[in-house]
């Protein structure tokens, strides 16, 4: 699975949710499973935009109800962040 945070510009959008109204910021993603992509929109507090990029979902994401594994929030995470430094091999 890839996430891909495209680059544009994120639209400015207002959400209320049981009556209390709120400033956000959408951000349009392309999402690819086995090659297949489909696109979607993230939505954000405006000010953590993500940068354009690839993201993979972080694992508070995601949630285990009656047996069921849920996501009620993407989070996403850089992809770069999750690869470890490997050592480096001792000069002989």
């Known amino acids: 699975?890839?996430?891909?945070?495209?680059?544009?510009?994120?639209?400015?959008?207002?959400?209320?949710?049981?009556?209390?109204t709120r400033e956000r910021s959408k951000q349009w993603c392309l999402l690819e499973?086995?090659?297949?992509?489909t696109?979607?929109?993230i939505t954000v507090d405006p000010g953590k935009e993500y940068a354009p990029?690839?993201?993979?979902?972080?694992?508070?994401?995601?949630a285990v109800s009656n047996g069921r594994l849920t996501m009620s929030r993407a989070v996403l995470v850089p992809v770069i962040a999750q690869v470890k430094q490997q050592p480096k091999p001792a000069a002989a």
């Open 1 to 20: 699975m890839k996430i891909q945070v495209l680059n544009r510009a994120a639209e400015q959008v207002q959400t209320t949710w049981e009556g209390v």
């Open 33 to 37: 499973i086995d090659g297949l992509p």
């Open 39 to 41: 696109s979607f929109q």
């Open 53 to 62: 990029g690839e993201y993979t979902l972080a694992p508070e994401s995601f």
